[in-house]
């Protein structure tokens, strides 16, 4: 179901082995989200070539749609989209939160119009388990109650984010009773929440621990909060979660923020933004950040980051011996202004394989007991500029 070894440590930072039903995974590990059933732009198979060890798919929108008839049809995720490595599934917490107006939280679950056709749904923790080990998930989120950070102006008070954490605690609870009536034989992870009150964190994090999930989470960070309030979270809550446990901090982020979270004990992350931004021509690279949009790339014959492996930048080679693709900044920069569907595809190939390739460095620096000389020098190389 789930096993995690860790293997050893450089202060806080953590290199370690998750074994799951469908494969293992070495952290610290960053996971690609497919939302819908698939990562945005890419196929499983180039997803498989740069990498990726475990992605995401999220219980709301899957639920919505293709539904669950069919996804029980197909016995899961899967077979579904083709991926035979591990999946994490969110439990559509998050989602139920971003509906704002359209959603009411009871103590039973949320009450909510479909963002697709407006049809009155309602979700409960025991629903959640009940989708997701429908999906047969590698590893299923409880269902939680993310505690925003800024409401219209109106930062959350302390009163408000206890009893949106105390909430979550109640669920935690409702969702492990049922994961086991279902007899899943994944894995369920906890999910710290507290808002950015460090007390909060610490008392949800005693009453996750005392239920002994096999995993936990750290949520309600990347909510809107200014960056050194999710800083101050990162360096608080995650150590001290179990140290024999996996450890997720859940919708992290930039570049500098992985590093700076296995320097904190985390295990595992996830974010939206390498695809994210490369829809919007924002790459990643080595040297800092790329605006493949901007009028100075027009004629630059360099491709994105001459450091890189992936397709986008180096190619791939042929039977023949010949070697194809490598793209330009100037073709890409092209493609960009024309609107062209190639443009977000490579330049999401590009964004992944840069993530998963620095987390697999970082792995690397871990084994060779080198992780702060390398975490100075990343550092350094992102500040230099592209």
Known sequence: MLAFELLHTDGRARRGRL??????VETPIFMPVGTYGTVKGVTPRSLQE?????????????????GLDVLKQFGGLHRFEAWNRPI???????????????RKITEEGVKFASPVNGDKLFLTPEMSMQIQTLLNSDIVMQFDECTPYDTKGHVTTEAEARFSMELSRRWAARCQTEFG???????????VQGGMFEHLREESLAALVDMEFPGYAVGGVSVGEPKEEM??????????LPADKPRYLMGVGTPEDLVEGVAQGVDMFDCVMPTR???????????????????????????????????????????????????????LHHLERCGEMLAPMLASIHNLHY???????????LDAGEFTAFAQQFRQDRARGI
């Open 50 to 66: 740069m990498g990726a060890q475990i992605i995401l798919g999220n219980t709301f929108h899957l639920w919505m749609r293709p």
């Open 181 to 191: 009536r279902l007899e899943n034989p994944n894995a369920l992870f906890g999910i």
């Open 88 to 102: 994490l599934t969110d439990s559509g917490g998050f989602q139920v939160w971003s509906l704002g107006e359209m």
């Open 277 to 331: 931004n490369a829809r919007n021509g924002h790459l990643f690279t080595r040297f800092g950040d790329l605006k493949i949009r901007n009028a100075r790339h027009r004629t630059d014959e360099r491709p994105l980051d001459e450091t890189c492996t992936c397709y986008a930048c180096r190619g791939q080679a042929l039977a023949d011996g010949t070697v194809s693709g490598g793209f330009s900044r100037a073709y």
């Open 355 to 365: 993530y998963l390739n620095l987390m697999r460095e970082i792995r690397e620096a």
């Open 231 to 240: 800083l101050r979270i990162m360096a608080h809550t995650p150590n001290r």
């Open 19 to 24: 074994t799951l039903n469908h494969g293992v």
